[in-house]
């Protein structure tokens, strides 16, 4: 899966899940804000991340995390580790 | 004090319909609500028989957050709810700024909590349940959720009493408006529809299992009953007290003038004659009626050989020589558990609002007690004063509701 390709499934599914404008979905916007994530919603994100990327998050891995940008750099770094463990 | 105690709303999603007035052409057609679910089967169930119910489809409606912590029971309460917020003219504004509380009938939640273990088994992570599955999974879902869909701010817990969960829900919200605690409160009764929920009653061998014939298998108080079956949805009531009703403009459908109730203090499962008399006696004393007052009694029996026969004997004790119409609306729903006592207060309101008796389908030949009694079996032409409604649970919970028209 390339870089592009990724970003397209992450939005998708926070399209999806959050119901969220696609519109509102750019690089530089909060993720947090924009998604209007609570305690409970960042659990929910955990699951996505896991079902379609077959990677746990652990909460602390959120604090670094703050853009659209940010998520899928963290993403794209996440499924680069589990290829090269395959 | 003692306020007089109205009903002013009514809710329902049942498997004879998906509102009142699907609900109302039903029971006055006699119509099933009762099929045959190939799954039960695979899962080696002994009757594959079931209510009917269509899931709502709730995106789109309710926000996410909102949705996700709905269980399937909860789901059916929020329809029926709306309903009856809706009827009952309790705009959310309105609520948001008065203390609106909701106590409301749910014994189980077993899907959602089997889903959920079976995941954390799977994966060996509690994360991955979501965060939606323990709101989901608590007896109180209902509540929990309804009372933060449509800010509640009164009272707000869950009844568990087996199969009296709904019509305790209804008698508790009555004395608590009627000791003036409370002025509006949600009642009603869920019951979740599915596998998971019902395979250790299955295995009692409680259920008919007259399959090839699901419209003809619930037969309360036909000599040849052979079982009950599950079924569920859910029914909401607004009561409210009169004077609160009158200040709000609110139109009142009818009032709740008796509760009884009482525990039998005997066998976990087995009814007991004593138990329900004593149930049915209180409810009439509260009402401060004689038995001869009542136009119509919603029965509790389920089409189980020894639930009705201890019902029929109850009846025929308190209401001899009265000849009291009589009719069992499980006939057409099977058997609506934690949901029975409020739906079966809402099929009996709208029978007084249409003066109509619902029919016992089914009901071909009395049994030695059932035969005493005085079984609709076709639907009637009636006037309805007042009508009683019983409902009784394992454990020997016994409740009995009278409710009087408002003229």
């Known amino acids: 899966m390339t870089n592009a390709e990724i970003i397209v499934k992450i939005n998708g599914f926070l399209v999806e899940e959050f119901e969220v404008d696609a519109e509102k979905i750019v690089p530089e916007a909060n993720l947090r804000e924009t998604l209007e994530l609570d305690s409970l919603d960042y659990v929910d994100l955990v699951v996505i991340m896991e079902s379609n990327f077959g990677f746990k998050v652990v909460a602390e891995d959120f604090i670094s995390i703050h853009t659209f940008q940010d998520f899928y750099n963290y993403v794209i770094r996440k499924v680069e580790e589990k290829k090269a463990t395959v | 004090m003692n306020n007089r105690v109205v009903i002013t709303g009514l809710g329902i999603w049942s498997c004879i319909g998906k509102n009142l007035d ?19 089967k695979s899962w080696g169930y002994r009757s594959g028989l079931t209510g009917i119910v269509e899931k709502p489809q709730l995106k789109g409606v309710l926000d996410r957050r909102a949705r996700i912590g709905l269980s399937e029971e909860a789901e059916y309460a929020y329809m029926a709810t709306l309903e009856a917020m809706k009827n009952a003219k309790m ?26 273990i079976d995941l954390i088994r799977l994966k060996k992570d509690t994360t991955l349940v979501g965060s939606g599955s323990i709101f989901q999974s608590m007896n109180c879902t209902v509540t929990m959720n309804l009372s933060t ?24 919200g009555y004395l ?47 000599k040849n009953r052979d ?37 039998n203090g005997e066998h976990i499962s087995n009814s007991s004659v004593d138990g329900q008399i004593r149930s049915l006696s209180m409810a009439l004393n509260d009402a401060n009626l ?44 099977g058997h609506e558990c934690w949901m029975a006592g409020a739906s079966e207060i809402v099929y009996s309101t709208l029978m007084m609002q249409h003066n109509f008796v619902a029919p016992n389908i089914n009901f071909e030949e009395g049994d030695e007690f059932s035969k005493k009694l005085n079984i609709v079996t076709k639907t009637t032409e009636k006037n ?19 409710i009087k028209k408002i003229k």
Request: proline fraction near 3%; charged fraction near 20%; include cysteine.
């Open chain 2, 22 to 40: 699907e609900v109302k052409d039903s029971l006055i057609a006699g119509k099933s609500g009762i099929g045959l679910d190939a799954e039960r």
């Open chain 2, 91 to 116: 705009e959310m504004s309105w609520v948001e700024k008065n203390e609106v509380g909701i106590l409301y009938g749910n014994d189980s939640s077993a899907k959602a909590v089997s889903e959920a």
């Open chain 2, 149 to 172: 869909i449509f800010k509640l701010k009164g009272i707000n817990f869950t009844i568990s009493a087996a199969c009296a969960s709904g019509s305790h829900s209804i008698g508790l």
């Open chain 2, 176 to 222: 608590m408006i009627k000791w003036g605690l409370q002025k509006h409160i949600i009642c009603g009764g869920a019951q979740e529809v599915n596998p998971y929920a019902f395979g250790s009653f299955d295995g009692l061998s409680a259920f008919s299992i007259r399959e090839d014939e699901p419209a003809k298998a619930s037969r309360p108080f036909d």
């Open chain 2, 227 to 263: 079982g009950l079956i599950p079924s569920g949805g859910a029914a909401t009531l607004i009561l409210e007290s009169y004077d609160s009703a009158m200040e709000r403009g609110a139109p009142i459908i009818a009032e709740v003038i008796g509760y009884g109730f009482s525990s």
């Open chain 2, 290 to 333: 004689k038995p001869a007052a009542i136009d119509y009694i919603n029965a509790h029996a389920t089409s189980t050989p020894g639930g009705d026969s201890a019902e029929a004997q109850a009846i025929d004790a308190v209401f001899a020589g009265c000849n009291t119409m009589v009719s069992s609306t499980k006939s057409m729903t």
């Open chain 2, 384 to 402: 309805i004063d007042v009508f009683l409604s019983n409902s009784f649970g394992f454990g020997g919970t016994n409740s009995s509701l009278v």
